[in-house]
């Protein structure tokens, strides 16, 4: 069976601060893969998505970047916080593209301060 | 402008009752609705989806209306019971893209026992 997991469970982060997320997912090949911001209280907007090792899309600009270094791992990552990117951070995968069924993950808490 | 609009913001039924939730699109060439259960402090999970060339699926309890000429879906929640209490996510996709999800911004169900 397929499983996702996402590390760190929640971080607090000073403003200015660097970040890294990742994302892991065990049990199938070659998954399709996307980063998602949820404010709190508010709906999902995906940042990025990944459909091939080492090829990452940028679906929308909020100062954070993703590589994607293995076929099962995804990263998010940003040099710089800003108060703005405190929210719940979600994995998630897919067999394919559009029309296929997205997985998420337990997601990550950030809190920038 | 929400390209996925969803209704009431939230909702609360009584234990045994039938809850409706409803959607609507913007984008005509939008084929793939999925819904998302969502707790708090945790990743969605997919409830139930359907593609544009059906009108209805059912999975237990559960049952999404899809609704073409009116851009329009709806999902249906039979037996309402206090652990269907979270937040519930209408998405769009198109089937052939790179799986970007358009997300509404969620209904809040309430069951009451």
Redesign the interface.
Same mark, same amino acid.
């Given at each position: 069976a397929q499983t996702i997991h996402q590390w760190p469970v929640a971080e607090i982060k000073a403003v200015g601060s660097p970040l890294s997320l990742g994302c892991t997912i065990k049990g199938k090949s070659s998954p399709?893969l996307?980063w998602y911001w949820q404010a709190t209280g +508010?709906? &999902?907007?995906?940042l990025f998505?990944s459909?091939t090792v080492g090829q990452v /899309?940028s679906?929308v600009q909020l100062n954070l970047s993703a590589s994607r270094p293995k076929d099962d791992q995804f990263i998010l990552s940003t040099e710089k916080l800003l108060l703005s990117h405190s929210g719940f951070y &979600?994995c !998630?995968w897919?067999l !394919? =593209? +559009? +029309?296929? /069924?997205? *997985? *998420?993950?337990? =997601?990550t808490?950030l809190t920038v301060l | 402008q929400q390209q996925v609009r969803q209704s009431p913001q939230s909702l609360t039924v009584w234990e045994g009752g039938t809850t409706v939730l409803t959607c609507s699109y913007e984008d005509s060439t939008f084929n793939y609705f999925p819904w998302y259960q969502q707790f708090p402090g945790e990743g969605p999970a997919l409830l139930i989806s359907i593609l544009s060339v059906s009108d209805k699926k059912e999975d237990g309890r559960f049952t999404t209306f899809f609704n073409k000429r009116e851009k329009k879906l709806s999902l249906h929640i039979i037996d309402s019971q206090p652990g269907d209490s979270a937040t519930y996510f209408c998405a769009a996709s198109k089937t052939g893209n790179t799986g970007k999800l358009i997300f509404g911004l969620g209904t809040t169900l309430q069951v009451q026992p």
């Open positions: 399709n996307y +508010g709906t &999902l907007q995906q998505y459909i /899309e679906v &979600l !998630a897919s !394919a =593209g +559009g +029309g296929a /069924e997205q *997985f *998420f993950g337990p =997601g808490r | -």
